[in-house]
């Protein structure tokens, strides 16, 4: 039975929801994005720098994405929230953004959601933009822990502590987080980390964060005092241990390298495991969702933009970067070829070296093997597209269609200056300029009349060595 993307995408809907329902009703997402990320030695806010062809944020978003929660609030600062907002709505409209007028700590930067969330009964989850490894399997780990405790923070064993807060547990149970600042010799001496990561009930949340101080060495209000607090009040937690790279925090351009480098080795795995020919895997770049079907091959030092999906038996050669498109089944495309958004490239259409290709619709088995420019156009089934060939789409105000009919022929170095359409089995010779529609089946020649002067070569350099001759004098 064939299942559409969109029936899949309901399943899942429908699976997440009952996951939902199992696991203490509903989710919040409180995302804090406020920081000002001052090492990054940006104008650009932190939260937006981008990994994987994404933003930070929207990697911290989709983290959790298959926990389907009811709300995602986002913490911004008064600077950035502007640059925040535009960002969440291209991720999903129904996410909110609230400005954090002054940073004053984590705690602080929590509790600025109170309002929003004041009718919400559910977990809210604490993520971090600057934290976009984390998994699905993390956060489902930790609202399957919220049914035994009532605070969750998610943990990790760091071989080099320095820097981290540290989890102080007895047994399974957490006493207490001290940040490395606050933190004495044996508490220094813990390789239990905290990530920042925390799940907790609505209103237990904001209950103990109303009795958090700043009675520290920053004067800041931490998240991580609700802990030792819930514990004074009869509460418990825990912690829940993950791999260590989920929590890379991204603070510095070499940090945000290390984590380039960890999701492109991660999505290479994932692209192998798929069953797709990598020639040499570590040259290979790939976006957040690049989608690479089984038995494609992709040659050394080939570049995935956001939104391109290749379907089984493709082959991408070397040097090629694609960026928005539909690469069909049994497609070449490269060495060198550039496939710009919103092109879609049918079964057995070839792209070949130097060519780019912009918002076309390329029909099966047609070629366009070198040299040429092919922009706003259909080009029909098993059309053959000549070297040096451009399409003229555009007019410096506005750009325009071209499209050419099936089993047509365009010969090296046609211009074709749009809007046109050229017919089904029709033909431009060598060196044509078309600035008018062409029937199916019509030859159309354009070229000046050549001009032969026997000797006229001799005769002219001659003449401009004399003129050379001249102007040194």
Not at 161 to 175: E, K, N
Not at 448 to 471: M, P, Q, Y
């Amino acid at each position: 039975m064939c299942v559409t993307v969109a029936q899949s995408n309901l399943a899942a809907k429908r699976l997440n929801q009952k996951y939902n329902e199992k696991n203490h009703m509903s989710i919040a997402f409180v995302i804090l994005a406020a920081g000002k990320g001052t090492r990054m030695q940006s104008d650009l806010p932190k939260a937006l720098h981008q990994l994987g062809g994404a933003s930070l944020l929207h990697h911290t978003i989709r983290s959790g994405q298959d926990l389907n929660p009811n709300r995602t609030i986002v913490v911004a600062s008064n600077q950035d929230s502007e640059q925040i907002k535009q960002e969440a709505n291209k991720i999903n409209t129904a996410i909110e953004v609230i400005t954090q007028e002054h940073q004053y700590g984590t705690a602080h930067a929590v509790s600025v959601t109170k309002a929003a969330l004041a009718d919400f009964k559910g977990n809210v989850i604490i993520l971090y933009a600057d934290t976009p490894l984390i998994t699905s399997q993390s956060l489902k780990a930790m609202i399957n822990s919220r049914s035994k405790y009532d605070i969750i923070v998610l943990g990790f064993e760091a071989q080099e502590p320095t820097g981290y807060g540290r989890l102080v547990m007895s047994g399974t149970t957490l006493d207490h987080i001290v940040e490395e600042k606050e933190a004495n010799d044996p508490e220094r001496a813990i390789t239990l980390c905290n990530s920042g990561l925390l799940a907790c009930d609505r209103k237990v949340l904001f209950d103990l964060i109303n009795k958090v101080n700043n009675n520290n060495a920053t004067k800041e209000y931490y998240l991580t005092d609700i802990v030792a607090l819930a514990k004074s009040s009869g509460l418990s937690s825990t912690a829940v241990i993950c791999n260590p790279e989920e929590t890379l925090g991204i603070n510095t351009r070499e940090e945000l390298a290390t984590a380039e480098s960890m999701f492109q080795s991660k999505k290479r795995i994932e692209v192998l495991k798929k069953g797709v020919t990598l020639i040499a895997p570590e040259t290979v770049f790939f976006s957040f969702d690049t989608d690479i079907k089984q038995d494609v091959t992709i040659e050394p030092n080939v570049v995935f933009g956001p939104g391109v999906t290749i379907q089984s038996g493709a082959v991408i050669r070397s040097f090629s970067h694609l960026e928005g498109a539909n690469i069909g089944s049994g497609c070449v495309v490269g060495p060198f070829a550039r496939i710009r958004p919103d092109t879609i490239l049918e079964e057995y259409a070839k792209i070949g070296n130097f060519v780019e290709v912009k918002a076309a619709q390329i029909s099966k088995d047609a070629k366009i093997n070198h040299l040429s420019y092919i922009g706003d156009t259909a080009v029909g089934e098993a059309t053959n597209i000549g070297a040096g060939s451009i399409t003229c789409n555009f007019d410096s105000v506005m750009k325009h269609r071209t499209t050419i009919g099936a089993n047509a022929f365009i010969g090296s170095n046609t211009i074709i200056v749009a809007p046109v359409t050229i017919g089904d089995g029709a033909i431009t010779a060598s060196g044509t300029i078309v600035t008018k529609d062409v029937m199916p089946k019509d030859l159309v020649i354009s070229r000046s009349k050549i001009t032969v002067r026997h000797s006229g070569a001799e005769r002219l350099r001659d003449i401009l060595k004399l003129r050379a001759k001249a102007k040194r004098e």
